[in-house]
């Protein structure tokens, strides 16, 4: 039938369809079919890398019978490495996750294994040393006999730092850099619990300065707040380092003590009045002048004990040693 080829639009010219007679016609079409689909597939291999790049996003395949594992180009960006000189495989990637991370590593695999996926974040070191965080995302695919893991990898490291700048604000007392209170009660519960579990002795030292108004009064409140902060360097200096010192607000400070009887607290509570007491200050006009505190110790006691009796009792110390005559140390007393 006359014009009948234009029923269906298969895109060819009428010339094509109907062919020179030898075929050349159609060869012609593939070829070009062929060119389109090759040029439409690099566009899109172009495409893909680019929005790796801008999302610092790279895609990784792992083979776990031949441990074979294929990396994009944003994970050589990544990690730091040449993809001419660095060959990827399941063991060059582990020898380039941070040590601590490695366990975790593992385990998401087999997590991937059992759920179908994992989610996670950990540590590289790069070449060079540099730490990164990364965050990767990854599906698990049963191929036959073998068995595919296909995962993302993202460059979190910024977000990381920022986060971490962020708790450490969110703990820390601004004027002396110290613990605030939120941090030293949210680690007062914590101790609290590992005592209840396991018995371990944990103390507490609350301290105030004495007389701190004359202080300010005499010689400028920022002769009172140098004197904040100067001791509460000797605290982060001189303790131990998995002691807790905290601004609890104003000039009230607290101190806990993990792995710390009463006894041993006391000694603390004493060497850090001593501290106090040696150092020298110096107000805006040049004069100098001295501090001093008073501090109350209690420990935690007894299968009753809690965060609010344990503060009530330094508390009560310290009141005690206020009006006895201050720069002292009043400690719990128990008859067992
Ligand atoms: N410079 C300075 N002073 C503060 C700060 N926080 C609280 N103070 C002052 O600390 C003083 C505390 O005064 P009081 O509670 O009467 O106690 P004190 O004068 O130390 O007397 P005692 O504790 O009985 O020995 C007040 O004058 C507060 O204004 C601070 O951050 N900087």
New binding site residues.
């Given amino acids: 039938m006359k014009g009948s080829h234009n029923l269906i639009d298969d895109g060819s010219s009428p010339e094509e369809a109907h062919g020179s007679g030898s075929g050349g016609g159609s060869c012609q079409r593939i070829r070009r079919e062929l060119e389109e689909a090759r040029e439409e597939i690099a566009h899109l291999k172009r495409t893909l890398h680019r929005v790796q790049q801008i999302a610092r996003l790279g895609y990784w395949r792992l083979s776990l019978k031949s441990n074979e594992l294929y990396w994009s180009a944003v994970i050589y960006d990544i990690f730091g490495v040449d993809p001419k000189t660095f060959t990827p495989s399941l063991q060059a990637f582990k020898a380039m996750v941070y040590p601590e991370d490695i366990e975790s590593i593992e385990s998401a695999i087999v997590r991937a294994q059992q759920q179908g996926q994992h989610d996670m974040e950990h540590r590289i070191i790069r070449p060079n040393g540099e730490i990164r965080w990364v965050h990767e995302l990854a599906d698990y695919m049963p191929e036959g006999d073998d068995q595919i893991l296909i995962g993302t990898v993202r460059d979190i490291t910024e977000q990381k730092r920022l986060e971490l700048r962020l708790r450490q604000l969110s703990r820390t007392d601004e ?1 002396t850099g110290l613990f605030n209170r939120r941090y030293f009660m949210q680690r007062l519960l914590q101790e609290l619990a590992r005592y209840r579990r396991y018995g371990r002795p944990t103390s507490v030292v609350l301290f ?7 202080i ?1 009064d005499t010689h400028g ?1 920022p002769a ?2 140098q004197v ?1 902060v100067k001791v509460s360097k000797l605290l982060r200096e001189r303790l131990r380092t998995n002691d807790i010192p905290a601004r609890l607000g ?2 009230e400070f607290a101190l806990l003590l993990p792995e710390t009887d009463l006894e041993e607290a006391v000694g603390v509570a004493e060497k850090v009045r001593q501290l106090v007491l040696e150092q020298e200050f110096t107000s805006e006009e040049g004069h100098r002048f001295e501090a001093s505190i ?1 501090c109350g110790v209690s420990a935690f006691h007894g299968t009753e004990e809690t965060v609010e009796a344990i503060l009530h009792r330094a508390d009560q110390n310290l009141y005690q040693g ?1 009006r006895t005559g ?1 720069n002292r140390v009043i400690a719990d007393e128990w008859d067992s």
């Fill in positions: 004027l105030d300065f004495d007389h701190f108004k004359r300010n409140h009172g707040d904040l104003g000039e008073t206020k201050r």
